[in-house]
């Protein structure tokens, strides 16, 4: 099994940054699929940035495509999403997920392993 929990929400103003964590615990020996989503109020949940944990394929939604970037420290067990020019629009409760088999850029119902979510607000 694998347990994920993120921090490092927050707010920002527009053109600020943040950088999420997102800790994985359990079968960490697994090749898994990190991947961030978000989830605004009444909208569907959008998948944002995700990459191997061995590394190779990387895939970022084209909304944040230059400005978000996913990386990880395998010897901390740490995912992580580095938020840069960020706008009102990034608004979101942001998750990771894990899954053993799935690809980057496949979409949520695909993974198996949730966080509980933190919190992203960006101001005007």
């Known amino acids: 099994q694998v347990q994920l929990m993120e921090s490092g929400g927050g707010s920002v103003q527009a053109g600020g940054s943040l950088r999420l964590s997102c800790v994985v615990s359990?079968?960490?020996?697994?090749?898994?699929?990190m991947a961030w989503f978000r989830q605004a109020p009444g909208k569907e949940r959008e998948g944002v940035a995700a990459t191997y944990r061995r590394g190779g394929s990387t895939y970022y939604a084209n909304s944040v495509a230059g400005r978000f970037t996913i990386s990880q420290d395998n010897a901390k067990n740490t995912v992580y999403l580095q938020m840069n020019s960020l706008e009102p629009e990034d608004t979101a409760m942001y998750y990771c997920?894990?899954?053993?088999?799935?690809?980057?850029?496949?979409?949520?119902?695909?993974?198996?392993?949730w966080g509980q979510g933190t919190q992203v607000t960006v101001s005007s």
């Open positions: 359990g079968d960490t020996y697994a090749n898994l699929c």
């Open positions: 997920a894990a899954d053993p088999t799935t690809h980057p850029g496949d979409r949520d119902y695909a993974y198996a392993y």
